[in-house]
Every structure is written in structure tokens, then in C-alpha cells.
């Protein structure tokens, strides 16, 4: 089958099985955690690209998708999980938080960045999350900014939350980017309380979102 009839069945797929989200939504996609919402004013702003820096190996990024996937099952809608190198770990999420992710898995960038285009086209899910964390600093720099800036154009005209999770500043047109940062100890872990230990660094916020001029 031709790559372009593939595509096709595809977007009439996710039109039928996800439902569109209204123009008139807020213009916020509230988190429910607190460390995350407080800082950037109230939530992910829609119709804009948000990068989230996780320098650290261990920085919690993993964890953070996870608590993104429990607040889409608790406030019912979906999220879209494109992942760069195969490497999410589903365990620890029930039966009734998986349904509402899209997890796309790819190998390489720019197989993740062609899958970004494609769900931003149809804006079709609230959030969009594109995990880049682990694919290799030298397989990212050979992204070219031009796409970023594809990519933002087509969300600012969506009520989609476009997250994207780096190792390091790469994204030109993120409208907000901040770093993730942790402070576990080991009484921390041993509660299983990790998210009370994360916290974010605003490090640019120019959000400008297509929502609010609609």
C-alpha cells in the first residue's frame, strides 16, 4: 500500500476513535500536580509547544509521563505518547489509565518528528507528548529548526498541549521551556512519594496561545 493511502487510513482511524477537542476549550491543559501547574501559571498552555529540559539521567521525566497518563485517565481525555526510542515502561498503569494513551513507538528522530506532524495536523488529543530523552545528542542536532517551527505553527492552530521532552535546549520555537529537577532522598523513595520532590525551573516563557485570539 502507498505510503500517502497509509496516512489517509490512519487520520480517518484517529477521527473515528478520538473524538476532536472543542475551539472554545481553556487555554490551560491543568496537570493536577501542583509542582508542575503552579510554576507555568496554571497548567500546559494549548495551541503553543512546551519543552521540558531533563539534563539528569534520573531527572524523573519517566515518572512525570506516568502522572500525565493518571490525570488524563482522572479528567477523561486522551493523550498521545510519541516515543523516541521505544523506551516507555507501561508497568505500574492499570487497564483503565491505558486506555486513554496513544503511544506511538519509533527508533530514530526523525521517524518521531514525521509522527508528530501527522497527529498535529489532526489535533485530535489535548496532549501530545514527544519524548526525545534518550535518543543520541548527535542523532538531535541533525534536526533542523525548520521543523520545530512547522511543528508550532500547526499547534497554534489546535487546543492541543504540545510537551516535549529533551536532554538538553534544542527546541527554537518552544514557547515555554523549563528544566526538571528533582531533590529525592532516600525517605523520599522509600514512600513512594517521588513527585513531592520533583520541581521545575521556568527558563523562557513567551506562551502565546492561537486559542485565546479565536
Not at 490551560?28 to 529540559?53: H, K, N, Q, V, Y
Not at 497527529?119 to 488529543?125: A, E, K, Q
Not at 517551527?149 to 500547526?154: A, C, D, E
Request: hydrophobic fraction near 45%; aromatic fraction near 6%.
Amino acid at each position: 500500500m502507498p505510503a500517502s493511502a497509509t496516512i489517509i487510513d490512519l487520520r480517518n482511524l484517529l477521527a473515528e476513535r478520538f473524538l476532536r477537542p472543542s475551539l472554545t476549550a481553556a487555554t490551560r491543559l491543568i496537570s493536577g500536580l501542583p509542582f508542575l501547574d503552579e510554576p507555568i501559571g496554571g497548567g500546559l498552555p494549548r495551541g503553543a509547544i512546551t519543552e521540558l529540559i531533563s539534563p539528569q539521567t534520573s531527572a524523573g521525566s519517566a515518572l512525570l509521563i506516568h502522572a500525565l497518563i493518571h490525570s488524563a485517565c482522572r479528567n477523561n481525555y486522551f493523550l498521545a505518547l510519541i516515543d523516541g526510542r521505544d523506551s516507555f515502561d507501561p508497568c505500574g498503569l492499570d487497564n483503565s489509565s491505558l486506555r486513554h494513551l496513544l503511544w506511538l513507538r519509533c527508533s530514530k528522530a526523525p521517524e518521531t518528528i514525521k509522527t508528530a506532524d501527522l497527529l498535529l495536523r489532526d489535533g485530535n488529543f489535548p496532549l501530545v507528548i514527544v519524548d526525545l530523552v534518550l535518543n543520541a545528542p548527535e542523532e538531535l542536532r541533525k534536526i533542523p529548526q525548520m521543523n520545530w517551527y512547522r511543528l508550532q505553527r500547526l499547534v497554534e492552530m489546535i487546543p492541543t498541549a504540545c510537551l516535549v521532552l529533551t536532554r538538553y535546549e534544542m527546541v527554537g520555537s518552544a514557547q515555554l521551556k523549563f528544566i526538571l529537577e528533582n531533590s529525592w532522598t532516600l525517605e523520599t523513595l522509600e514512600t513512594q512519594d517521588a513527585l513531592s520532590g520533583m520541581r521545575i525551573v521556568v527558563k523562557r516563557s513567551h506562551v502565546r496561545s492561537a486559542m485565546s485570539s479565536q
